[in-house]
């Protein structure tokens, strides 16, 4: 049985259809990158899985339990799951380090000290062991991220949502952030949203190309990037290839 | 002689001053506990709950202050209620603060991104969780210069607890006024020095904990 898995997902905002039946199954310490044009429902996809906006029909069950049930305990299963997004929503009133240990703190009710020692280690791992006593303000944009998935990895979870980690940053500090990402790969499973070529070619397991609310082809970097089957895959690819320099970012 | 009687008063002002700082405490400290939950309710909890919150806010900041204590005091004995000057006064004073306060909490609350939310449940706190140490804290840092406001202006609405006999500074110059009507000039002039001098102190007080739990990427004054 997948680890994570997603059964035709259907969500619409009002009367817009973002997501028209998508389904797709993640393994343990798997690492799956999603690439598709703008309004395609990538986000829209992550916070379907994590119920932070549940979707309107279909299932997800993660390790045998399903999440879109109403009588699943959602809190309990979110902690399972990681999410870093787009914007790092660090919370501002926090240092760096209370920003990882909060989690561990009060939800998972570890005591301040181990709990702060284990943030400690997770900000060491994303290399920001000098800024445990910044405010997110006082971060440059790819810390912040590098908070981000460190408040993430804290609550050891099976999979981590990551919804454009580096669409906010400037081209000179998205690499620190996908090096953390990469350096990750193996560990634990990650679900990734992004338009970072040049990680989806050399780090994912398995590439799914979605657009118009629906998953138009999936499968290995080798596969898609050099035998792609459908034309608008092909087309896609090569267009944002050329766009972001596939062959220079995050290689 | 009129400066012995004044001599001689000095200590019940004194007095009086003792119970304003006490009824000022209690007060702002039932409408600030009161205010945060209201906010929180009136922003989070279900429509109805959230509708009922609002109608005691729209109530309670339409009604004078001393009509409501006259009500606490005068009326709800009818109704079986009795409580003493202090008790009403304290009360009258808390519940109006709560409802002032509850708006600029909401205000507040409005101004933090909705991101914050987001990144709380995602940790798999619930929202109760997600409120109390995620929103209330960020609110309450947010809120300091309408907090300070708020608080000036109880610490001056305690003189009206006079109106129902609670025997606080404000009262203790009229027993003055009374016993040498010639002083009256000067009695009052050193009560409105000395609630100049709260509020005063209380504003330099609250500069200090507004610059200390200043959260860094909030500081506009950085701007001047």
Known sequence: ?251 | MALETLIESLPSLLDGLIVTLLLTAVGILLGTTLGVVLAAGRSYASRPIAYLILIYEKVLRGIPLLVLFFLIYFGFPQIGINLDAFTAAVLGLGLRSSAYQAQIYRGAINSIPEGQIHAAFSLGMSKLKAIRHVIIPQMLRLSIPGWSNEFTILLKDTSLAFGIGVIELMRQGRYIQVRDSSLVLIVFLLIALIYFILVFSANRIMRVVEKKYQMAGYQAEAHR
């Open chain 1, 1 to 251: 049985m997948a680890m994570l898995e997603v059964k035709d997902i259907y969500k619409s905002y009002g009367k817009v259809p973002i997501l028209k039946g998508v389904s797709f199954t993640m393994e343990k310490e798997e690492t799956k990158v999603i690439i598709g044009p703008s309004g395609t429902g990538k986000s829209t996809l992550l916070r379907c899985i994590n119920q932070l906006s549940p979707p309107d029909k279909g299932q997800v069950w993660l390790d045998g339990e399903e999440i879109t049930n109403p009588k699943t305990n959602i809190n309990k299963m979110r902690e399972k799951i990681g999410f870093v997004f787009q914007d790092f929503n660090l919370f501002n009133h926090l240092t760096a380090l209370r920003n990882v240990s909060i989690g561990l703190e009060k939800v998972k009710k570890i005591e301040k000290d181990a709990a702060q020692k284990r943030a400690l280690q997770e900000l060491t791992r994303v290399g920001l062991e000098a800024q445990v006593g910044q405010y997110p303000a006082q971060l440059s944009g790819g810390q912040k991220q590098r908070v981000g998935i460190a408040r993430a990895l804290a609550m050891d979870p099976d999979v981590i949502l990551f919804d454009e980690p580096t669409s906010a940053l400037d081209p000179e500090l998205i690499g620190d952030v996908l090096d953390v990402m990469k350096s990750l790969c193996g560990k634990v499973a990650m679900l990734v949203v992004t338009h970072e070529m040049g990680f989806a070619r050399n780090v994912a397991d398995e590439i799914i190309f979605m657009e118009g609310g629906i998953i138009v082809e999936q499968g290995s970097p080798k596969e898609m990037f050099t035998n792609a089957k459908m034309a608008r895959t092909k087309e896609f690819l090569g267009r944002i290839g050329a766009l972001y320099g596939e062959d220079e970012t995050g290689g």
